[in-house]
Structure formats: C-alpha cells, structure tokens
C-alpha cells in the first residue's frame, strides 16, 4: 500500500510558478510509474504528466507541455511538478497517483491517489 500527499499548491497570478510535491509513504514508489492528474471546478478529471520509474520517460498533456516538467526523486520517495506561465485555466485540484504499469494518460490504470492540492491561477 502506498500514501501519497500532495503539497506545494496556492493561489498564484497568470504568468506565475508553483512547484508541487507529493510525499509518498508505506513503500518506495521506485518501482512506480507516477503521474499528475487535475480537475477543474464542473469538469472531469483529467491527465497532465506521467514519469517512467526510472525517469527515462515523461509525457504530457498539450496544454501544459513546454511549461509544466514534471520529475521524482526515487531516494527522496518524492514526485514533482513544476508549473511555470500558469494561467487561468490551469485553476484545478491536483492529484499524484501512481500505478504499476507503464506510465499512462489513463485514470483507471492508477492503483493508488493522493487527497489532491489545490491550485488557484488568478488573471
């Protein structure tokens, strides 16, 4: 079983950063494909980034690419996910999950969720 917890989210203007964190706890996630997920006031969650295990590979959404990076520090037992150039659209609940599988824009394939951080991007 794995815990995870999300921090690092606030209110922010357009064109600002934030970096958000998701703490894991009950096994290493080392062996984990990891990913950030959101969802905004009245929409369905949605898929943002996705890591391999080992780093090797990350992919995104559209709408973030080129300004969201996401990354994780096996030793730390830590996922990561810096945010720059927000906008107003980017306004949503942040979730890590993780899953066994191969790192994925699939919300079913995630076995394990975090409690999600919230992230205000004002215009």
């Known amino acids: 079983q794995v815990q995870l917890v999300e921090s690092g989210g606030g209110l922010v203007q357009a064109g600002g950063s934030l970096r958000l964190s998701c703490a894991a706890s009950?096994?290493?996630?080392?062996?984990?494909?990891m990913g950030w997920l959101r969802q905004a006031p009245g929409k369905e969650r949605e898929f943002v980034a996705a890591?391999?295990?080992?780093?090797?590979?990350?992919y995104y959404t559209a709408s973030v690419k080129g300004r969201f990076t996401i990354s994780r520090d096996n030793a730390k037992n830590t996922l990561y996910l810096q945010m720059n150039s927000l906008k107003p659209e980017d306004t949503a609940v942040y979730y890590c999950?993780?899953?066994?599988?191969?790192?994925?824009?699939?919300?079913?394939?995630?076995?394990?969720w975090g409690q999600g951080t919230q992230v205000t991007v004002s215009s």
């Open positions: 009950g096994r290493t996630i080392s062996s984990y494909a």
């Open positions: 999950a993780a899953t066994h599988n191969i790192p994925t824009r699939w919300l079913r394939e995630y076995e394990y």
């Open positions: 890591i391999g295990w080992n780093s090797d590979n990350t």
